[in-house]
Nanobody
Framework: QVQLVESGGGLVQAGQSLRLSCAVS????????MGWYRQAPGKKRELVAR???????TYKSSMKGRFTISRDNAKNTVYLQMNSLKPEDTAVYFC??????WGQGTQVTVSS
C-alpha cells in the first residue's frame, strides 16, 4: 500500500507564500502521475496541479503563474510551491498518485 503524508500547511496573510510537501512511501520515479487537489469548505474537490514521471506539468488556469509543482525523486517527495496566496486559496490540500492513494490533507488558510 502506497502511503502519502502531506505537510507545510498553515495560516498566512494574503500575498505570502507556502511550500507544501508530499512524502511518498515508494519510488516516485515509477509512478506515472503525481499531483495535488484541494477542497474548500462547502466546495467540490478540484485538481490543482499534476506532474508526470517525465516532468511535464499542468495547472488549473486560476493557479497558473502562482503555483508550481515539482518532484525530487531522490527524496521521494512532491512539492507544491504557492506564491501570492489569496483568501480564495483557503482549503485542505491533498496529495495523490491518481490511482488509489490519498494523503490525509494539510490545511492552508489565507487571511485578508
Amino acid at each position: 500500500q502506497v502511503q502519502l503524508v502531506e505537510s507545510g500547511g498553515g495560516l498566512v496573510q494574503a500575498g505570502q507564500s507556502l511550500r507544501l510537501s508530499c512524502a511518498v512511501s515508494e519510488s516516485i520515479s515509477r509512478i506515472d502521475h503525481m499531483g495535488w487537489y484541494r477542497q474548500a469548505p462547502g466546495k467540490k474537490r478540484e485538481l490543482v496541479a499534476r506532474i508526470t514521471s517525465g516532468g511535464t506539468t499542468t495547472y488549473k488556469s486560476s493557479m497558473k503563474g502562482r503555483f508550481t509543482i515539482s518532484r525530487d525523486n531522490a527524496k521521494n517527495t512532491v512539492y507544491l510551491q504557492m506564491n501570492s496566496l489569496k483568501p480564495e486559496d483557503t482549503a485542505v490540500y491533498f496529495c495523490t498518485d491518481f490511482r488509489v492513494s490519498w494523503g490525509q490533507g494539510t490545511q492552508v488558510t489565507v487571511s485578508s
